[in-house]
């Protein structure tokens, strides 16, 4: 099968085999295990943070700085599209007692204005603004990258109002090699950053939050209330190093891949596509003359496997499991289904 669902289907490198089986470790929980302490320090300073804290995945990571940013009975502003308030099986309600704030992008991207407006005045009827949360790449806007002069303007509005931003970065790096800016430029936009290793990095297992030493000490805190804290946990995060180490420029080939996908699915009858949606590695289609089920249901039967993303999308993700010729086949299954 081709599988084109995520780039979380990555296996783990050879090189992240043997460092998994050598790692040196100890127990995190009480801060000993030197592989996860060096993965800290290494995510700290590649985003320009002081501290950082391993966690088991991307969604413990966000409800994790979500939980230490707020209180309950607050509000937190966020695209109306993001993994945060689509994909967490509505995790910051149930567990921070906040309440979303919901605002619609343009492809993901949050107008400053917008989220100016929506921050709340002091007024007893109104929850209080406690926190804005950001998405880059924006998984369900397509892998789109939200420009630096967004979140630097979102970022300032914040501090004129003196509320946190929190960044999911779960694909930080995919926007940092397609951009060409450092992960660090957009970090300095946000209080906290969650990335996660586990998707085009290619580790098995794991996403990393950095901030501030004050917020992270607190972080540690939340990430052992959810379960999270961890024992000899460098078993996993030498992984993680390796993907730091080895993986992050190669993810230009993904979005080359992706590239060559949309370039073939571009003009084709009975598809909303535009392949200049496309900055990353991730392809988004509208098939116009079946549901996206019945479309998703076709590419199966000839052995290439996507992803429903809701009533009208079908989305296609490249990652290091892929190949060209993969990416050929999946373009003539798609002219084959159009053509029913």
Known sequence: MIDLRSDTITRPTEEMRRAMYEAEVGDDVYGEDPTVNRLQEKAAE????????????????????????????????????????????????????????????????LPPELVEDAIRPDDVHLPPTSLICLENTHNRAGGRIVPLENMKAIHDLARRHNLPVHLDGARIFNASVASGIPVSDYAACTSSVQFCFSKGLGAPVGSIITGPSDFINEAKRWRKRLGGGMRQAGVIASACLVALETMVERLADDHASARLLADGLAGLKGLNFDPADVDTNIVIVKPLTMTPQRFNDELKKRGILASVMGPDMVRLTTSREVESKDLEKTVAAVKEILAL
Request: proline share 6%; net charge negative.
């Open 46 to 109: 590649v985003t320009g943070k002081e501290a950082a804290l391993y966690v088991p995945s991307g969604t413990m990571g966000n409800q994790v700085s979500i939980l230490t940013h707020t209180s309950p009975g607050t509000e937190v502003i966020m695209e109306a599209n993001a993994h945060i308030y689509y994909y967490e099986a509505a995790a910051a309600s149930a567990l921070a007692g906040i309440q979303p704030r919901p605002l619609a992008g343009q492809k993901g991207v």
